[in-house]
């Protein structure tokens, strides 16, 4: 083939997305072209979001970075000079070792899900550090709250088949925007409304999809929990139930009636700003709805009582039987569908002496306050990668607070130069997906995904992997984990021996580009029981959670901070404030790019006409969003799309984009979930005034 010959090779979107799209990228002369959604993977179907859709201006962006650099200025004004990798290298194998030689666990890596890829986000990365014997990290900023209330009631993060909706009666779409978040999903949403379903939006906001729905019913930010509780009074009360599956494949049933018992939709009215009748025409229409599904989505997971409202949500389908369906049951994740062998990717076997230095976890929600106090050992040196925790992580003046600490040592591997970048001693380039190996699992669909290098890495950028392994060289570890190509690193992704793994190998994979796992068509996971659970039945009380100090049964768990929770705090800050995704951004990534900023044009508040009356503010006004922990400054946008009481700023923009140096971050709290550990960045009461 002649250089100037067009290929077209596989890929895989590595966004923290459901979708996990299989792409095709198009190469003429060494140079991307195209890029699009691959036409012959089911889910994908050919086509991508608007923001991946364009991906071609984030890898050759002018904002890349393309060489590594030292900082020359104070930390956080963003002043580096070029260095070579060979003195980035040596600086920061210097400065590890000198610290691991005191305590190891004074080190702390900070990842998430820039890439969602297991080559270049859970393998060379983990060994590192698991050899170095760094401090752990608990990655919860996203997900941990209600995988935890999952788990407790159904057991592995497993759920309906995403692809089987297009035969259901009635959806709930509860805690998520797929319109935006999960487009391909929202395809099957789409064809099962087109067959006669009735599509459901609970949500405090009008979002797009509520806009797209037969029904949107706003309860209050924080209390889906209470709204489950009384679905389950009125279906217990007025027979909505599958008895017989209920005997079969339950636990606990005669203590839940009871635990619900006084828990009526007059009960659930005024802590969810939702009307009786609505909530009790809400449950019958579920309990008599055949097949009926609830998709859940990760908005539940972001206020204080987010593990038991999704643990609440989860025991709807065991009452009424709706697992017997494959377009019934409930979906929040199908990543428990994965075999993916973790210990071979992360290797954590290769601590060096975990009896003299026992594992420390450190939870990323907290990284502000980690950075800032002064445990035995106190973190001396971060290395952050695929993530922006000054703009993304809660209580962002804290965060700030403590990346700017002169004494300690932060090495940043990005593709931009981020909010985060601005606070790092030495900044290193990575590559785009388009220049790197990885194999993808999902947790929207059952399909993985591989991602073979189209182009050669721009300037001097490296992947992940191959970062970790020069470290390591450096640091002296001859372990042979480190010797380990990305080729040989995907193919351990997933565990041979797995009969979902069937026919699954990396070489079969990397030829066709996406291959479904191994399960049935539809894939009915509880249509006979078989829970993840001890019992192996659908929890209704679990014995796991009274034993970690959590009420056994499904339960009330309020917001930290809202008008019937905190009247006292909603003197001061009676507004409810949300922070959902901006359509134009995912977290922090697209959100430098100009097509993008462009198209979001500047962080907005949106808030109801009678809260705007009330203080004086009228649609385009520029407002100042404040609690005790921060503010930041939007423009207002008025609208009925919002309830009043509650306010919602699309996020995340970076703060040094934002217009005032702030982000929503500003006000959001660090306190974490019932369950977990994951922040509360939903759960936050401001006051909003003109500037």
């Known amino acids: 083939m002649n250089a100037t010959d067009a290929q077209v090779v596989k890929a895989a979107c590595p966004h923290d997305c459901p979708d996990t799209c299989a792409m095709e990228v198009t190469v003429e002369a060494g140079r991307a072209v195209r890029v699009r959604g691959a036409s012959d993977m089911p889910f994908t179907n050919g086509t991508l979001c608007t923001k991946v859709a364009h991906y071609l201006e984030r890898v050759y962006s002018d904002q890349r970075l393309l060489f590594p650099m030292k900082r020359v200025g104070r930390k956080g004004e963003g002043r580096f000079e070029r260095i ?33 890829g297991l080559v270049q986000g859970e393998s060379m990365d983990r060994r590192f550090f698991h050899r170095l014997g760094a401090s752990l990290l608990d990655r919860t900023i996203c997900a941990s709250a209600g995988a935890a209330g999952w788990k407790a009631t159904v057991g592995a993060a497993v759920g309906a088949d995403p692809e089987a ?21 929202w395809r099957y949403m789409q064809e099962a409304k087109r067959r006669g379903a009735r599509l459901i939006c609970i949500d405090p906001r009008r979002t797009d999809t509520a806009k797209k729905c037969d029904q949107h019913i706003a309860p209050l930010p924080g209390t889906d929990g209470a709204l489950a509780l009384a679905m389950m009074q009125v279906l217990i009360e007025e027979d909505l139930l599958d008895h017989d599956y209920i005997a079969a494949h339950t ?37 008599r709805a055949r097949p009926s599904m609830i998709r859940l989505n990760y908005g539940l997971n972001r206020c204080a009582g987010a593990g038991m409202a999704v643990r609440n949500i989860a025991c709807l389908p065991a009452l009424t039987g709706a697992w017997r369906h494959a377009a019934g049951g409930a979906l929040l994740s199908v990543s428990g569908h994965f075999p993916k062998d973790v210990s071979a990717l992360a290797r954590p076997d290769l601590h060096p002496d975990p009896v003299r230095f026992p594992p420390r976890t450190i939870n990323m929600s907290n990284i502000g306050e980690a950075l800032l106090n002064t445990d035995d050992p106190p973190v001396k040196a ?27 040592f932060c090495v940043v591997h990005e593709l931009f130069q981020t909010d985060t970048a601005d606070y790092a001693d030495i900044l290193l380039p990575a590559t785009s997906q388009l220049e790197h190996r990885d194999v993808h699992a999902s947790y929207g669909h059952t399909y993985a995904v591989s991602n073979v290098p ?6 001097e950028a490296k992947p992940n992997t191959e970062v970790f392994r020069l470290l390591a060289a450096r640091m002296g570890f001859a372990d042979a984990a480190f010797s380990d190509s990305d080729e040989a690193i995907a193919a351990q992704a997933f565990r041979r021996d797995d009969p979902r793994a069937l026919g699954l190998s990396a070489e079969a994979l990397k030829a066709k580009g996406w291959m479904r796992l191994n399960l049935p068509r539809p894939s009915v996971p509880y249509a006979q029981g078989g829970f993840g659970t001890p019992s192996g039945k659908c929890e209704f009380f679990s014995q796991r959670l009274a034993e970690q100090g959590h009420d056994p049964l499904p339960a009330w768990s309020p917001p930290a901070e809202s008008v019937s929770s905190n009247p006292a705090l909603a003197q001061h800050y009676p507004l409810a404030l949300i922070t959902p995704p901006a359509r134009n951004f995912l977290n922090t990534s697209f959100a430098n790019l100009p097509r993008f900023v462009q198209q979001e044009g500047s962080p907005k508040l949106e808030i109801h006409p009678q809260d705007a009356l009330r203080r004086g503010i009228v649609d385009g006004d520029r407002v100042r969003i404040q609690n005790d922990r921060g503010a930041f400054h939007a423009r207002a946008v008025v609208t009925e799309d919002v309830r009043a009481g509650v306010v919602v700023s699309p996020s995340v923009w970076w703060q040094k984009l934002s217009g005032d140096g702030e982000n929503a971050n500003a006000v959001t709290s660090s306190a974490l979930t019932d369950m977990g550990g994951g922040p509360i960045f939903y759960d936050c009461l401001v006051e909003v005034t003109p500037v």
């Open 84 to 116: 070579s990798w060979d003195e980035a290298l040596d600086t920061i194998a210097a400065r590890l070792g000198e610290i691991a030689a005191g305590d190891p666990r004074a080190i702390l890596p900070y990842s998430y899900a820039g890439t969602m």
């Open 165 to 185: 909706l297009t035969d259901a009666r009635l959806i709930l779409i509860w805690g998520g925007n797929p319109v935006v978040s999960n487009v391909h999903g």
């Open 251 to 287: 636990l606990g049933f005669d203590a839940l009636v009871e635990r619900v018992r006084t828990l009526t939709p007059e009960w659930a009215a005024p802590l969810t700003g939702v009307d009786a009748d609505v909530i009790r025409t809400l449950a019958r229409d579920y309990g």
């Open 382 to 408: 971060i290395f952050v990668y695929n993530s922006n925790p000054v703009a993304v992580a809660p209580y962002s003046n804290q965060v700030r607070a403590g990346f700017a600490r002169e004494d300690l």
């Open 454 to 459: 189209a182009i050669a890495p721009l300037g």
